[in-house]
């Protein structure tokens, strides 16, 4: 079923009966060509890419919970293309053209909003980095604007510039960054996957990955033995366990992060604010919520929940930056495991066993990338080479130090 | 969460800092070797018990060693680094 203006009306006048259920919930078959391990935003979208731009559709995603149940759903949707190193910033500009199309690609309202973000800097050196920064971006083809004290008061007067912590000098301004609905991105892959042939397996955890002759033909699952051809590891937070099963150590440690949102207001903050120095960031939901987070927990977990000295750390900081906010109450806090690597940056790249491949390491910055990473991997996968803008996102590259070290605080999962 | 740090006791999160696991403090020998890889990159990353450094950075300047779940985050022993349970020494459990 396609979706349209029409279609909404009329439904909406016959009492939204005709609805059908967006995706099939297939039993596994005994065999597939491909395997996609894990049912979040990369791992539909990989699967998506795989049937609309390489016509292969004898494909399973294998989910252990429902699908979108990990980090595509619980993170605070900011998508953006304001990365300086090469490697990550043709990635991320690829990523952020996906985006600007994607809604119209799936038929499905994935509610991307290009608010514009303002990251905020404090003293000259900061300035000189975030010039230098966005000049990298405008060199990439994409937008940046420095803005002086006066420019960043223009767009949000609410700010407290004249705090003793961290007197606020400018900032720099991505118009073309934003927002967008996560589930509905999870949901839209999943629906366009579905659509084009691709079975959806939910409640389906895999507990093995069988290997004959240092090539992959198959995996273990709750749901029984599925064999394939060719198999792909996409599972976030839950990478190294996954790994794990085909005799694998990753550079990746899984890490808490949390976030927080607070009771529906009436529009007040109208971009996506970030406040690094007190590691603080804001951006009001269409609901009206408003929604932020800061950083890690910094100590590896697999818990989903985090602690409480970092919530009283991220709301110091919200209050420091903008006290009006000091009254919204906190509605829920939640945390999700995020996949660390040593130097920031992702993983796309074939293993040793042969025909198994592997995506992760998105630390707390994947769900911009869901679309050029499932685009990425399905060329990958199914060409057997790496995709132009994914080419340094290479699993050996520690080992090799070609690092891709964005923020520059070396070799230690929890510093980036 | 607290941490007992052997030499203060029980203190806050907030005074300690993180370092991974702890055959972290097991460098190796020498230059350049796949084992530098090993340490500074590679992780058995266990979803379960697993053994913690932690630096006591606003109390005693202590190295700690804390056994920890990461699924529950329930902290069930700590020592210090110089007095490590052999078995954790160098495993890499
Ligand atoms: C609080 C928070 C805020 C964030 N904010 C942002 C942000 O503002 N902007 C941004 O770009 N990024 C952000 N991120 C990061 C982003 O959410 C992740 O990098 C991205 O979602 C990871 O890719 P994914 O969607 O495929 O992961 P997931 O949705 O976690 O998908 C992995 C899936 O694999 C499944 N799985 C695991 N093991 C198995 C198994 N053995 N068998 C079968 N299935 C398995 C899991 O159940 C899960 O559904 C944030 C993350 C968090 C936690
Ligand atoms: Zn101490």
Redesign the pocket.
């Known amino acids: 079923m396609r979706y349209s203006g029409l279609s909404v009306l009329k439904e909406g006048l016959f009492g939204n009966k005709g609805w059908k259920p967006v995706w099939r919930e297939p039993e596994p078959k005994a065999e597939y060509d491909i395997i996609i ?9 990989t699967a998506y890419y795989l049937a609309k731009n390489h016509g292969l559709t004898n494909i399973a995603v ?4 429902y ?14 293309a304001n990365y300086f190193l090469p490697g990550n910033s043709e990635f991320y500009s690829h990523s952020l053209k996906l985006w600007e199309g994607l809604e119209r690609d799936l038929n499905y309202n994935v509610m991307h909003s290009q608010r514009g973000i303002i990251n905020l800097f404090h003293s000259d050196g900061q300035r000189d980095a975030f010039a230098r920064r966005g000049n990298a971006m405008v060199n990439q083809g994409d937008d940046a604007e420095l803005l002086d004290r006066e420019g960043v008061r223009r767009l949000v007067p609410y700010l407290d510039f004249e705090q003793t912590r961290f007197p606020i000098y400018g900032g720099l301004y991505h118009r073309r960054g934003g ?1 967008a609905r ?1 589930d509905a991105v ?1 949901w839209g892959f999943a629906r366009g996957a579905d659509q084009r042939g691709v079975d959806l397996i939910q409640n ?4 093995g990955i069988d290997i004959v002759d240092g090539r992959v033909t198959g995996v273990q ?1 709750t749901r029984g033995a599925i064999r394939a051809k060719k198999v792909g590891i ?6 190294g ?2 790994a794990a ?1 085909a005799g694998m150590r990753l550079p990746i440690e899984s890490h ?4 927080y949102v607070t009771e529906g207001l009436k529009p007040v903050i109208d971009h996506v604010v970030t406040y690094g120095m007190g590691h603080f ?1 804001i951006s009001q939901s269409d609901k009206g919520g408003l929604v932020f ?1 800061g950083d890690l927990d910094f100590y590896a977990s697999y818990a989903a929940r985090g602690n409480l000295p970092m919530l009283e750390h991220v709301m110091e900081a919200g209050m420091t930056l903008m006290p009006m906010i000091g009254k919204a109450k906190i509605l829920r806090t ?6 660390m690597t040593p130097d920031g940056s992702p993983i796309i790249d074939k293993t040793d066993v042969g025909g198994l491949y592997i995506d992760c390491g ?9 679309p050029a ?1 499932g685009w990425c991997m399905a060329h990958l996968i199914a060409t057997g080479e790496p995709h132009e803008v994914a080419r340094r996102f290479r699993l050996d590259r520690f080992r090799t130090g070609h690092l891709l070290d964005e923020e520059g605080t070396g070799s230690q999962h929890n510093l980036h | 969460m607290r941490l007992n740090c052997p030499l203060c006791g029980d203190r806050d999160l907030r005074e300690f800092t993180y370092y991974g696991a702890s055959v972290y403090a097991d460098r190796p020998e020498g230059g350049w070797s796949e084992a530098w890889d090993d340490l500074l990159h590679l992780r058995d990353n266990p979803a379960g018990e697993t053994n913690d450094l932690w630096y006591h950075e606003l109390g005693c300047s202590a190295w700690i060693e804390v056994s920890r779940n990461t699924v529950t985050h329930a902290i069930s022993d700590t020592r210090l680094l110089a007095e490590r349970k052999p078995a954790a020494k160098g495993a890499k459990a």
């Open positions: 391990i894990g049912g979040g935003g990369h791992g539909l979208a294998l989910e252990k919970g699908l979108g149940s990990g980090n595509v759903g619980r993170n605070t949707t900011i998508v953006r927002t996560h999870a389906c955890e895999v507990t699952t996409i599972a976030a937070g839950r990478s366990q996954v099963m808490i992060l949390q976030a960031y987070g939640w945390g999700g495991i995020v996949d998105w630390n707390y910055g994947g769900f911009k990338a869901t990473s």
